[in-house]
């Protein structure tokens, strides 16, 4: 999954960015910044305080933390000093006491950073975890406040990848940059001292070795790092193959179109490719590396070949030649890590940036300020389309031309689908939308349930307009059945107990029956227990669709929408669906999405949609008296398709 914007609409996404796969979290030694870390900032640039905001809370563990890692590095530089006691004095001495307690020291002092060591670990693990747990939380109830548009615009991949991969990665970078800043400068500022202490002339050499050290290390991480992130793409692109093509529907494609075998080979290139990259990765860089090894063993002997020279040593002991040594061996690690803070601290912003990206996304659908309650089990169910127009960006063109295209695609954004749309539903009777495609009349469907909200005008239920009233008990008033039936890859019994989650097993059974398929979920072995598979496909469609409406029923709405629910079926399989819907329909207010004269007959109002406006209304068998826009749509649906006797 690419590192780049989710939005293809809007902020846009990076190009050549990272995959997910390289959260940037995982990111050792000296690296190398992202050229899409700065372009993602550069597009949306985080201010510190907002970031500081996060950690607020958190102050005391943060002094705590720093203080922990301060104490562990001044701590730490006791051993040399402490080496340098038992060569030069304890041993040439013979001072058996003195030997044992500065060897006892020596554990200690091991032992207590150890301690602080993993104090302070727990400590800032634990802040992370605290705030990307405060972070998670708030994108993912924000991310289900936005509409429908926004995930039919934006790759499912991607929101999980802010989701999971950035908010992880940025939890690693942060903490590791936090705790690297405060470990690192204090260790290469505190060995650099006692180096200092213990020989002024000798810091000095280590001066002059250590740059060429520095530049050869980040050389070599460069190096790996660009092979690093060309393996991160093919994993990515492996992964992404392996997810679409061994899904249900991945396989199923591939079989009814026969792209096995072209898969396979797709599988095995990438799959090469790995191959190589991998031993790129590993072998990148060797000469160099190998430089450096000789640098690295070349350091300590200079110093030791400076000693030898009286002029240089001063009358330096053993003892403080290997303990300045030691030192000079471990400054190069904290000098490395405070090299790569800037890099570290872009490659954390950047991921804040993609994050607050989604958090600063405004919801087309905004809850009410002040929501009126209403308890489902009293409303009546009147509802009322009140001057209705929609634009998909919720605007309409000057010149007022309506949206949707004749042939099917998508609507267009800025044009409007619907205008002045004045409709009244009376409480328990069913009104059926007819139409041809593009007409909108799944558009004046999803607004009841605020799918998507109106550009102007009101949809009503009992005179409350659905824009005031509480999502939780809109949800419960306003129920849906569409053609796209949706089922968790879970059981019969999750699924249902979705719409009520208190519901007794006897519930279930009735819901089922009502559905009509009450005996096919007892005729399996496991009943209620069975796992419907990745997205129901342990069941037919109709089946699937049965079980939808059976959790429909579970919700008892009394308002309901059925959107072409029919649309995909047999007509064998339709004729036991629609039965089902109209036993569900008995005693509610029902807004059907009509696609076949089967579902319009029976209706006491149908309502006939061209070009986002209504241009007919009656009873089926008032508009094919009529011989208008209804009866020449009748007429052609049944002349293309006079089994199903489509409508549109």
Do not use: C
Request: charged share 20%.
């Amino acid at each position: 999954m690419a590192r780049g914007s989710g939005l293809p609409d809007g902020p846009g996404a990076v190009p050549g960015a990272l995959p997910g796969g390289d959260s940037g979290g995982g990111r050792r030694g000296p690296a190398k910044l992202h050229p899409g870390d700065k372009t993602q900032l550069a597009r949306h640039p985080v201010p510190l305080r907002r970031i500081g905001a996060l950690f607020a809370p958190h102050k005391a563990t943060i002094a705590v933390v720093v203080a922990l890692i301060t104490a562990s590095s001044v701590i730490n530089l006791a051993q040399p000093f402490l080496v340098r006691a038992v060569i030069d004095r304890a041993l040439p001495q013979q001072d058996l006491r003195l030997l044992v307690l500065l060897t006892a020291a020596m554990v200690g002092v091991a032992a207590l950073t150890s301690v602080i060591g993993v104090v302070q670990t727990w400590l800032a693990t634990k802040m992370g975890q605290r705030v990307m747990h405060t972070l998670r939380v708030k994108l993912f109830t924000h991310l289900q406040a936005q509409s429908l548009g926004f995930f039919t615009r934006t790759r499912g991949g991607e929101v999980q990848s802010r989701l999971t991969h950035d908010i992880a990665g940025m939890q690693s970078v942060v903490t590791n940059t936090a705790t690297g800043v405060a470990a690192n400068l204090t260790t290469a500022v505190a060995t650099a001292v006692a180096m200092v202490a213990l020989s002024p002339g000798l810091s000095l050499i280590s001066l002059v070795v250590l740059p060429p050290a520095i530049w050869l290390s980040r050389r070599v991480a460069m190096i790996r790092r660009d092979v690093t992130d060309q393996r991160q793409r093919e994993l990515a692109a492996l992964h992404t193959q392996v997810e679409e093509g061994l899904s249900v529907s991945g396989v199923r494609l591939a079989k009814t179109l026969g792209t096995a075998p072209r898969d396979a080979e797709r599988f095995t290139a990438r799959s090469e490719n790995l191959v190589g990259l991998e031993l790129r990765s590993q072998l990148a860089g060797r000469w160099r590396m190998a430089t450096m090894q000789i640098v690295f063993a070349a350091i300590p002997a200079v110093i030791y070949l400076a000693a030898g020279f009286p002029a240089a040593a001063g009358g330096m002991t053993i003892g403080t030649l290997v303990a300045f040594t030691a030192l000079q061996g471990t400054i190069f690690r904290p000098v490395m890590g405070l090299l790569n803070i800037g890099v570290q601290w872009v490659t954390a912003l950047a991921f804040f940036s993609r994050i607050f990206e989604y958090l600063d996304l405004v919801p087309q659908i905004r809850p009410a300020a002040h929501p009126v309650r209403l308890d489902p089990a009293r409303v009546r169910g009147e509802v009322r389309f009140e001057g209705v127009r929609f634009a998909y960006d919720g605007a309409a063109r000057a010149d007022g031309t309506a949206g949707g295209s004749a042939d099917g695609s998508a609507p267009v954004p800025g044009r409007e689908v619907l205008r002045g749309i004045d409709l009244h539903l009376p409480a328990g009777t069913t009104t059926a939308v007819v139409g041809p495609t593009g007409s909108g009349k799944s558009t004046l469907a999803s607004l009841l349930p605020r799918l998507n909200d109106v550009s102007a005008g009101a949809v009503t239920i009992d005179g409350v307009d659905v824009r005031e009233i509480a999502a939780e008990d809109l949800a419960r008033i306003v129920g849906v059945v569409s053609q796209e039936t949706y089922l968790i890859h879970a059981s019969v019994r999750e699924n249902l107990l979705l719409a009520d989650p208190d519901a007794t097993d006897e519930q279930l059974w009735a819901a089922l029956a009502a559905a009509r398929i009450a005996d096919t979920v007892g005729s399996l072995p496991e009943g209620l227990d069975t796992l419907v598979g990745a997205r129901g496909h342990r069941f037919s469609g109709g089946e699937q669709q049965r079980l939808a409406i059976a959790r429909t029923i579970l919700r008892n709405p009394p308002v309901l929408v059925l959107d072409e629910a029919t649309s995909a079926l047999d007509n064998t399989t339709e004729a036991q669906v629609q039965a089902a819907l109209e036993r569900l329909a008995v005693g509610r207010t029902t807004l059907t999405i009509a696609h076949r004269l089967s579902t319009v007959e029976n209706a006491d109002q149908v309502v006939v949609l061209d070009g986002g406006q209504i241009v007919e209304r009656g009873t089926a068998a008032e508009l094919r008296a009529a011989d208008g826009p209804f009866a020449r749509l009748a007429a052609r649906s049944a002349a293309l398709d006079p089994p199903a006797a489509r409508v549109g």
